[in-house]
C-alpha cells in the first residue's frame, strides 16, 4: 500500500502527496496500458442481424390484426413477434 503525507496548498488547503517511487510505478503501469479490446472479435466474419422496435412493433401490428384486434394481449403478441422474427432471420 503506498504511503501518503499531506501538503498544503497556495490556498491553504490540505492534499494527499504521495511517493516519488509510487509516482514512477504508476506512470510505468499507466505506459503498459495497451488499450486493447476485451475480446477478440477479429475472427468472427458473420453479425447476427439485430432485431429493431421498429420491426418487432410492425409485426405485432399484423399478429394483432390477424387475431382480431382483441385488447389485452400486448406483452403476449409481443413475445410472439420476436419469437417469429428472430426464427426467420436465425437470430438466437
Do not use: Y
Not at 29 to 45: E, G, M, V
Amino acid at each position: 500500500m503506498a504511503k501518503e503525507t499531506t501538503s498544503k496548498t497556495s490556498n491553504g488547503k490540505i492534499r494527499p502527496v504521495r511517493h516519488k517511487a509510487d509516482q514512477v510505478n504508476m506512470s510505468k503501469a499507466r505506459s503498459q496500458n495497451t488499450s486493447k479490446p476485451l475480446a477478440d472479435t477479429s475472427s468472427c466474419s458473420v453479425q447476427a442481424p439485430m432485431l429493431t422496435h421498429e420491426q418487432i412493433a410492425e409485426r405485432v401490428k399484423k399478429i394483432w390484426q390477424a387475431r382480431g384486434c382483441v385488447p389485452g394481449f400486448d406483452e403476449q403478441n409481443w413475445h410472439e413477434a420476436e419469437t417469429q422474427l428472430k426464427t426467420e432471420l436465425e437470430v438466437h
